[in-house]
T-cell receptor
């Protein structure tokens, strides 16, 4: 069975601090994809990144970066120099084999000015 | 142009009523989904259609019936609404079934009184 664990339920940081959101996954499939989605207070779900199981290169997009480590089954998300607009619930998700997308329970990030 | 749209955005109704939520995507995707997000923000898949055919039907009460008149539309009809049906329902689509990112609609907040 596929499983995604986001152990951090809520995180609060002060603006301009860096913050890392943890994601640990479980799957027996060798081919799988990992995702991050953002859900701001307005409620929509915004796709951020997709990473396949064969590509362990870290990814950077502006202030966002992702660290994928198969050895620890983790796909962590770091926001550098956080801003108030980063306040949202962030979901990590896993898709493997013929199973549907499985979401973690989300991490609520609050960035305080 | 809105990629995945849902109507209505808010739906307040009484127990026992029947209601429908409509979803349309203009991305040319083959696969569409319905998710339920409960009050704790937990996201769970309900249904998935690929090329108008049902491919996933999770353990959802049979009061919930999806209908896909064509690839661009996936509607959700709910009979005999119950208090526990109150949630946010998200429609999503992806290019094909499998290991691809999904794009979500804005969500429909259903409140059953």
């Amino acid at each position: 069975a596929q499983k995604v664990t986001q152990a951090q339920t809520e995180i609060s940081v002060v603006e301009k601090e860096d913050v890392t959101l943890d994601c640990v996954y479980e799957t027996r499939d060798t081919t799988y994809y990992l995702f991050w989605y953002k859900q701001p207070p307005s409620g929509e779900l915004v796709f951020l990144i997709r990473r396949n199981s064969f590509d362990e290169q870290n990814e950077i997009s502006g202030r966002y970066s992702w660290n994928f480590q198969k050895s620890t089954s983790s796909f962590n998300f770091t926001i550098t120099a956080s801003q108030v607009v980063d306040s949202a619930v962030y979901f990590c998700a896993l898709c493997a084999g013929n199973t549907p997308l499985v979401f973690g329970k989300g991490t609520r990030l609050s960035v305080i000015a | 142009d809105t990629a995945v749209s849902q109507t209505p955005k808010y739906l307040v109704t009484q127990m026992g009523n029947d209601k429908s939520i409509k979803c349309e995507q203009n991305l040319g995707h083959d696969t569409m989904y319905w998710y339920k997000q409960d009050s704790k923000k937990f996201l769970k898949i309900m249904f998935s259609y690929n090329n108008k055919e049902l491919i996933i039907n999770e353990t959802v009460p049979n009061r919930f019936s999806p209908k896909s008149p064509d690839k661009a539309h996936l509607n959700l009809h709910i009979n005999s609404l119950e208090l526990g049906d109150s949630a946010v329902y998200f429609c999503a689509s992806s290019p094909t079934w499998g290991l691809e990112e999904q794009y979500f609609g804005p969500g429909t907040r259903l409140t059953v009184t």
